[in-house]
């Protein structure tokens, strides 16, 4: 493959006033364009007392910006066949648009009028604010929900950018007013560490020029100031919550873990795809579900982000069966701690993780998701394309040390909830 045309050879040029681009070529002939702004605006950086800042901030700046109301936005994206998406996490969020490869410049203004010029009209706000009462009203009645809300909660003491789940409280909530979304708006969307990422088959230079033009009036802003990061909570008791009436509980596991930068990371990546991660391949799917038949499903995650990260295993089990689905879920990380995983099994596991690279870069969008992934943790130009041989590199005893760091039982939390 040309490499100039290689989507896993990004181009990281010089920041433009602070704003720093990533320019990836699209797979083949895609014939769409990503975009994506990133801005150091995650629920980590809610004010306190006013938790679900970020969320209802983001939501309602996708809705209207600049000449175009909520109808207007959606109506000339649909012309162009366009959409946008939008997420937020702890440490940032981000909005994407994607189009026709065509129409590349006319989707780069209109991100840039999302971003720099959101109306916050107040009915969009408070179609939001019912939005997020509603996540807040599922996070306290829906099992998943609750157990996650629960365990963050266990893991993480008051004050870290990790503890909350983003969507805030009733109290947080009816505190915000337009003024406090547009005040966080002007601290974090146009000020220090916002990213552009984009996914095209436009030269370089002509890219580079268009986004310095679409975000001209971007100021660099004040500079944030850095999060505070309590030390994470070490074990603890189980926390149960009972909720009558339901079919299932669920069972999470979980504990503090490293950053992406921390050097053990490729080797903890493919300890979490042993453990929970590579679907039907995994221990937990294999034992948990499908030999002792405990759970309706097993899996795990790992979030090694840039501030830090942690570590979570997850199943759904029958009323009856919920202390042995939490047995069996602690055994097998004992096990990944205790014992070398074979040669065979961390070779199967490997190739399977290589090879979802290139099924990423089936599509325009897959290919732009590891580009965001790259340029978000300042990782160089060339990271996907060497990632193979630096797993190829791991041996079971890395994995096996980089599990009792990363995946510590001894930090972790267990939390139950539902018909127990």
């Given at each position: 493959m040309n490499a100039a045309r290689d989507p896993l050879q990004v181009v990281l040029p010089?920041?433009?006033?602070?704003?720093?681009?990533?320019?990836?070529?699209?797979?083949?002939?895609?014939?769409?364009?990503?975009?994506?702004?990133?801005?150091?605006?995650?629920?980590?950086r809610d004010p306190p007392g006013r938790e679900g800042t970020a969320l209802l901030a983001l939501t309602s700046a996708v809705a209207a910006a600049g000449p175009w109301g909520r109808s207007e936005l959606a109506r000339r994206l649909d012309r162009l066949g366009a959409?946008?998406?939008?997420?937020?996490?702890?440490?940032?969020?981000?909005?994407?648009?994607?189009?026709?490869?065509?129409?590349?410049?006319t989707l780069l203004e209109i991100l840039a009028t999302v971003v720099l010029e959101p109306r916050f009209d107040p009915e969009d706000i408070v179609k939001v604010r019912r939005q997020i009462e509603e996540r807040q009203l599922r996070q306290l009645t829906h099992p998943d929900r609750r157990a996650e809300r629960e365990l963050l909660r266990a893991m993480f003491p008051r004050g870290h950018p990790y503890r909350e789940t983003g969507a805030g409280t009733p109290a947080s909530l009816a505190r915000l007013e337009r003024a406090d979304i547009q005040r966080f708006h002007r601290g974090h969307y146009i000020g220090d560490g916002s990213l552009v990422v984009l996914t095209s088959g436009v030269a370089p230079g002509t890219a580079l020029s268009a986004i310095r033009r679409a975000f001209r009036h971007l100021d660099r802003g004040?500079?944030?100031?850095?999060?505070?990061?309590?030390?994470?909570?070490?074990?603890?008791?189980?926390?149960?919550?009972?909720?009558?009436?339901?079919?299932d509980v669920e069972v999470r596991v979980g504990g503090p873990s490293v950053p992406r930068s921390d050097p053990s990371y490729p080797a903890l990546a493919l300890a979490q795809e042993i453990l929970g991660g590579r679907p039907t391949l995994n221990r937990l799917f294999r034992r948990v579900r499908e030999r002792l038949g405990l759970a309706y499903r097993a899996s795990s995650e790992l979030e090694c982000m840039a501030w830090g990260g942690y570590w979570t295993i997850e199943a759904g089990s029958a009323p009856k069966n919920w202390r042995r689905t939490r047995d069996a879920l602690v055994a097998e990380v004992r096990r990944l701690d205790e014992r070398l995983p074979s040669r065979r099994e961390v070779d199967l596991i490997r190739e399977s993780a290589i090879g979802e690279i290139p099924l990423s870069l089936e599509t325009t969008l897959g290919a732009h998701e590891l580009a965001i992934d790259l340029a978000y943790h300042r990782l160089p130009g060339d990271f996907w394309r060497t990632w193979p041989s630096v797993l190829r590199q791991v041996r079971p005893n890395d994995i096996r040390e980089a599990a009792q760091r990363g995946l510590a039982l001894a930090r972790s939390h267990t939390v139950i909830v539902g018909s127990i």
């Open positions: 010089d920041p433009l006033d602070g704003l720093r681009v990533a320019l990836q070529p699209a797979p083949g002939r895609a014939g769409s364009v990503a975009i994506t702004y990133l801005a150091s605006a995650g629920t980590g959409t946008t998406t939008s997420h937020v996490a702890p440490e940032s969020s981000e909005i994407t648009i994607w189009g026709p490869a065509d129409a590349w410049r004040a500079r944030l100031s850095p999060v505070a990061l309590p030390p994470p909570r070490s074990g603890g008791p189980e926390v149960r919550v009972p909720i009558h009436g339901l079919t």
